[in-house]
Nanobody
Framework: QVQLVESGGGLVQAGGSLRLSCAAS????????MAWYRQAPGKQREWVAI???????RYVDSVKGRFTISRDNAKNTVYLQMNSLKPDDTSVYYC?????????WGRGTQVTVSS
């Protein structure tokens, strides 16, 4: 079964940290570039961090230096370490492959950053 399960979100004060996890089905994870996306209310879903199967990473400018994406290929899991969180980071966070696969989105995990 193709599946993505995100976890680790929560409510945190500005400047705080959270670590998100995404457990993926092997069919999605293996040899695929994986990405974290986020969607704030009234806004389009956007990618924030990418990691290739070889470990090369890329970040959207707004999170550079604050977020770190990593993956554990043995566990089919991708992580997002988020530090120095800002209220603008408040969103539902999702993981997916890149290019994203539209019919397999998980439920996401809510991140709320209070000022």
């Amino acid at each position: 079964q193709v599946q993505l399960v995100e976890s680790g979100g929560g409510l945190v004060q500005a400047g705080g940290s959270l670590r998100l996890s995404c457990a993926a089905s092997r069919s999605i994870f293996s040899s695929n570039t994986m990405a974290w996306y986020r969607q704030a209310p009234g806004k389009q879903r956007e990618w924030v961090a990418i990691i290739t199967s070889g470990g090369t990473t890329r970040y959207v400018d707004s999170v550079k230096g604050r977020f770190t994406i990593s993956r554990d290929n043995a566990k089919n899991t991708v992580y997002l370490q988020m530090n120095s969180l800002k209220p603008d980071d408040t969103s539902v966070y999702y993981c997916n492959a890149l290019p994203r696969i539209e019919n397999i989105w998980g439920r996401g995990t809510q991140v709320t950053v209070s000022s």
